[in-house]
């Protein structure tokens, strides 16, 4: 099992930048494909960007390219999601989620496990 600890979300500006951060517990971290999803007030949970359990491979939603870049650091257990040039329809409450060797699925229902999640604001 692998537990995720969101956090870096805030209160920015239009046009700032954050790094969010994705703490995993587990030695087995490096197995665990990661994706990053939000989650905006009255709309359903979508995919943003996901990094293979071996970083040798990023994807990202066709609306996230450009702005977000998703990263990884094994050896501590984190994953980053870098958001670039915010707008305010960024804002919401961003979820990693981890899956065993998981392909990087666009789709929620692939992952087995979930953050609980980061609140990112972005004011005009």
């Known amino acids: 099992q692998v537990q995720l600890v969101e956090s870096g979300g805030g209160l920015v500006q239009a046009g700032g930048s954050l790094r969010l951060s994705c703490a995993a517990s587990?030695?087995?971290?490096?197995?665990?494909?990661v994706g990053w999803f939000r989650q905006a007030p009255g709309k359903e949970r979508e995919f943003v960007a996901a990094?293979?359990?071996?970083?040798?491979?990023?994807y990202y939603a066709d609306s996230m390219k450009g702005r977000f870049t998703i990263s990884r650091n094994n050896a501590k257990n984190t994953v980053y999601l870098q958001i670039d040039s915010l707008k305010p329809e960024d804002t919401a409450v961003y979820y990693c989620?981890?899956?065993?060797?998981?392909?990087?699925?666009?789709?929620?229902?692939?992952?087995?496990?979930w953050g609980q999640g980061t609140q990112v604001t972005v004011s005009s």
């Open positions: 587990g030695r087995t971290f490096s197995t665990y494909t």
């Open positions: 989620a981890a899956e065993l060797l998981g392909d990087s699925s666009y789709a929620a229902g692939a992952y087995d496990y």
């Open positions: 990094i293979k359990w071996s970083g040798s491979s990023t």
